[in-house]
């Protein structure tokens, strides 16, 4: 049997029951979108896990196919990487992949539409700047060379601003134009570290030319 309450308790109940009546469905509301917000976050983390996970069996599947050389098979996996997971890290390597692949077997125009792939919906700089440089090489290939300067007129991440002036050097000495290319293959030495194996062919271009690196000031040089 229940105790009945006394003044102070009673009154106590009637100022509990007057704010919950006034504030209590605003109370209400705000616990359940912090609950749901809350909810929708770990959704979205295991959703994101999920998705991850059956981008890479796809990107799997797009590599053995490129090892098997079936480029058919390849192109289906990719597209359907593209159509189901396009913003995951694994779409825009398997069309890097795809499009070396392509190039390789001959079809350049598949390349170059894995590669514009990569240009325009992927998130990722480093991979959209990887693109660039393979789709100036394309060009290159098709002697398009004002098409091949275009590609190479973007912001990339600094660590590829050497590639990209030295793709540009290779484009410019493909047009007949050794000044301008010099000058392109110097902002790509001096932009690479000592370390970088990759500068050795740039000073080969550049001793092509008539320039001696070992003459240039070492302040010019990229710092290690």
């Known amino acids: 049997m229940a105790t009945p309450l006394n003044l102070e308790e009673q009154e106590q109940l009637d100022q509990f029951k007057h704010f919950w009546s006034r504030y209590g469905s605003l109370i209400t509301w705000v616990l359940i979108a912090v609950l749901g917000g809350f909810a929708a976050w770990a959704g979205w983390s295991f959703w994101q896990r999920s998705q991850g996970a059956q981008a890479a069996v796809l990107y799997e599947e797009i590599e053995r196919a490129a090892l098997a050389n079936d480029t058919e098979r ?65 060009d290159i290939e098709a002697q398009a060379f004002e098409q091949a300067l275009l590609t190479l007129q973007a912001e990339v991440p600094p660590a590829f601003v050497p590639l990209l002036a030295d793709r540009r050097g290779d484009v410019l000495m493909a047009q007949g134009k050794p000044a301008e290319a010099q000058a392109q293959y110097l902002i790509a030495w001096r932009g690479m570290s000592e370390r970088t194996e990759y500068r050795r062919l740039v000073e080969v271009k550049l001793a092509a030319l008539g320039v001696d690196v070992a003459t240039l000031p070492a302040v010019q040089e990229a710092a290690s």
Request: hydrophobic share 45%; glycine share 6%.
């Open 74 to 138: 390849m192109q289906r996996a990719l597209t359907q990487i593209k159509d189901s997971y396009g913003r995951s890290i694994f779409a825009a390597q398997a069309a890097l992949l795809a499009g070396r692949v392509q190039f390789e077997a001959g079809r350049p125009e598949d390349a170059r539409s894995a590669l514009n792939w990569v240009l325009t919906e992927s998130n990722n700089p480093s991979y959209q700047a990887v693109a660039r440089l393979r789709l100036a090489g394309l």
